[in-house]
């Protein structure tokens, strides 16, 4: 891939690189140059013509876009598909995701009760099966990671164990950015245990007329008033400016001021590539409906370091999912702790809806996550020039670091102005991205125009009529 990132840096060289399998599933997009439409902005040719673009995806033998459903466009704007920037919202459907739950449907018609020990894959260890291809997703050793329940839930279940306020140090450090969801998990946990959340909860700013933290802000912060924290929770990858965060200095921070480090992965799995176990994280959660594909409020995945889960007195909520599967149904009024993240699961697992994130996980185990980062540097690399030219002259700003290695796939673009109108704006243009070009982005409140290409399926010519339509859509001032 990054010969040919290198490739749309010079146009020379993109030029002979040939038309290739074109864009979208397979269909040869480079037909797509003399379709009836409007030619885009950036025109044919050159460093930002739609050629360059083709010409990059290619023999792309990383792309499986061909394994993915996609949403088709509207007529109007000359292409089938959508281009589609939402997987950082909601990833799209997988083709094999289908025969998979027909597969278990078959088995429980088929089965019944026995379908337990039965079925293709058992039920009765079926999280098992999902173990190791979740650890490697995330840098863990197999006995470290769980998929369970959904991220929140899992968030919660995580600070059941790991949120112990006493004396003076009581405090939850988030980021000011912080999905909301988290911000009501720490600040419920704060009431729960009959603490006021307005004091308990830190949310850390970023400097102001900046987006994005600063490691060293944070780490300054933990070396002050660390020993006030009980709990630092950050996402990985932040969900509006796309910002992924030095989990390890920060980590290593926390712990240095005697603080449990977790972390909420939910943009960060399967965008970037992780080492929870070697950067000593206490505990980490993620959803799984986002990057890997499986599916909305998929079942989602949870880290505990090996140092916690192989120590029992930790306390725990507990269920019959908790206990040692060899004595499960002995029935016993206490449960035998097993050394594992499986002891933190309580209920059995749904299977249907651990179906397709078995699918998901397998797509991500046989392709990996180096060669998902090294398209994915190319990719967003390659659509942050464009957007860079685009937003030359018009009212835009790319939020997300510009250090590659200090984001994952998604570019947040902010509509300038700071007013209503201007939120406004992002709101319809987004919208008209949709319903004239076929390009699906998102917008967060107030501004942001989140594009994320994702390295699984999304192409450079995605990122091309993305750009090209925005190009349309906003106005040069
Ligand atoms: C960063 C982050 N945390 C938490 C959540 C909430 O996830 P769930 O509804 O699966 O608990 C989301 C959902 O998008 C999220 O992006």
Not at 76 to 92: H, K, Q
Request: glycine share 8%.
């Amino acid at each position: 891939m990054a010969a040919r990132a290198e490739d749309l840096r010079d146009p020379s060289a993109a030029g002979s690189a040939g038309s290739g399998r074109g864009g979208a599933e397979g269909s040869g997009g480079s037909a797509w140059l003399g379709a009836p439409r409007a030619p885009g902005v950036f025109g044919e040719d050159g460093e930002f013509g739609e050629r360059a673009a083709l010409a990059a995806d290619a023999g792309d033998a990383v792309c499986r876009r061909e394994e993915f459903l996609l949403p088709p466009a509207p007529a109007s704007c000359g292409y089938p598909e959508v281009a589609y920037f939402a997987g950082n919202s909601l990833g799209l459907q997988p083709r094999a995701v289908r025969a998979a739950l027909s597969a278990e449907l078959d088995d429980w018609a088929l089965h019944a009760v026995e379908g337990h020990h039965r079925a293709a894959h058992p039920w009765l260890p079926y999280h098992a099966e999902l173990r190791e291809d979740a650890a490697a997703l995330v840098g863990a050793a197999p006995e470290e990671t769980v998929v369970m329940n959904s991220l929140t839930v899992n968030l919660h279940l995580m600070m059941a164990t790991f949120y112990r306020p006493a004396g003076e140090r009581t405090r939850i450090v988030i980021e000011d950015h912080a999905f909301s969801s988290d911000s009501y998990a720490v600040r419920s946990q704060a009431v729960h245990h009959g603490l006021d959340p307005d004091e308990t909860v830190v949310r850390l700013r970023p400097r102001p007329g900046e987006d994005c933290l600063r490691t060293e802000d944070i780490v300054d912060y933990l070396a002050r008033e660390g020993h006030r924290v009980a709990l630092v929770l950050l996402g990985g990858v932040n969900y509006l400016t796309g910002e992924f965060l030095d989990i390890p200095a920060v980590t290593a921070a926390g712990h240095a001021a005697g603080c449990v480090v977790g972390w909420d992965l939910a943009h960060a799995a399967g965008n970037v590539p992780l080492a929870l176990h070697d950067w000593d994280v206490d505990f980490a959660a993620w959803c799984s409906y986002k990057y890997l594909n499986a599916g909305p409020g998929a079942v989602a995945g949870c880290f505990v370091h090996r140092r916690h889960v192989t120590d029992p007195e930790l306390p725990r909520l507990a269920g019959w999912w908790s206990t040692e599967q060899a004595t499960r149904f002995e029935m016993r009024p206490e449960l035998v702790p097993v050394p594992t993240a499986d002891a933190w699961q309580i209920s059995n697992p749904p299977i249907l809806a651990m179906a397709p994130v078995r699918v998901s996980l397998r797509m991500f185990a046989e392709t990996g996550m180096a060669a998902l980062r090294e398209r994915s540097l190319a990719l967003t690399g390659y659509l942050e020039r464009l957007l860079a030219e685009v937003a030359r002259d018009r009212p835009l700003e790319i939020v997300t670091p510009a250090d590659p290695a200090r984001r994952g796939a998604q570019l947040s673009l902010r509509v300038i102005g700071g007013t209503d109108a201007a939120a406004a704006d992002a709101a319809a243009v987004a919208a008209r991205l949709h319903e004239t070009h076929g390009v699906l982005a998102d917008v967060r409140r107030p501004d942001v125009i989140r594009l994320a290409p994702v390295p699984m399926y999304s192409t450079f010519h995605d990122c091309w009529r993305a750009a090209a339509a925005l190009a349309e859509e906003v106005n040069p001032v």
